[in-house]
């Protein structure tokens, strides 16, 4: 007696695989290619499930979170900006206790501004080596008003704030000065750390006002 050969089944042939695991066959399509998708590559969605190749796509047109003045906000927290300004001053106060040179090439005085505009900028993370306490205020103050700051407006716009500081503090001594004197020179974040401090207070202000109740009239219906 003989038994008939084993015949394969057409449908079991044309089962739906998933695309990024080829041996792996699932009857759960994607709501939004509708492919099938495996369980490893499924992703909950608001409707059924998404596949991982969805799921990045759709998370490219997603905006980031953004701070209270529409600065980048940053995951972990942690003023990094701030932290950068204070080590790359502390270095340059190290090398200008070591070479006198330092502070002759990268200080600011008004009759420098045609032929040295950069020392507009370098000026404010410069020091004065015989004082101590200068570079410890500076830092102090910029070490208060510097992660509030940067927490609000992200890194990006503390960092452009700050070098907008630091050229202001420059450009107020232009005005200010004798462009002709040579004796009159900008060192340090004088600029740059009051100019932190105000506009703490100024975001402070702005951030209260947008959160205050709005006033009601009394008797108005």
């Known amino acids: 007696m003989s038994s008939d050969p084993v015949r394969s089944d057409p449908a079991t042939a044309a089962d739906p695989v998933c695309p990024r695991h080829p041996g792996r066959v699932s009857y759960v399509r994607c709501q939004r290619c509708e492919r099938p998708v495996c369980p490893e590559c499924q992703r909950p969605a608001a409707v ?13 047109g997603v905006r980031g979170a953004r701070t209270a003045f529409g600065g980048t906000a940053v995951a972990n927290g942690k ?37 040295e505009p950069w020392r507009m900028i370098t000026s404010a993370f410069l020091h004065s080596p015989t004082q101590l306490l200068h570079i410890l205020f500076n830092m102090w103050a910029l070490w208060l008003t510097g992660p509030y700051l940067e927490g609000l407006l992200g ?23 004798n462009p002709h004197d040579p004796n009159q020179w ?28 709005t006033p009601q009239l009394s008797g108005s219906r």
């Open 79 to 115: 003023p990094r900006v701030t932290q950068t300004i204070v080590a790359i001053c502390v270095l340059v106060y190290l090398a200008q206790l070591s070479s006198d040179d330092v502070s002759a090439r990268f200080l600011y005085a008004p009759f420098t501004t045609v032929a």
């Open 186 to 213: 900008l060192r340090g974040a004088y600029g740059a750390a009051p100019n932190g401090c105000a506009s703490r207070r100024a975001a402070g202000a702005t951030r209260r006002a947008w959160i205050a109740p």
């Open 155 to 177: 890194r990006a716009r503390f960092a452009a704030l700050y070098l907008l500081s630091a050229f202001g503090g420059s450009v107020f001594l232009l005005l200010l000065a």
């Open 48 to 60: 059924g499930v998404q596949c991982v190749d969805c799921v990045r796509e759709g998370s490219r």
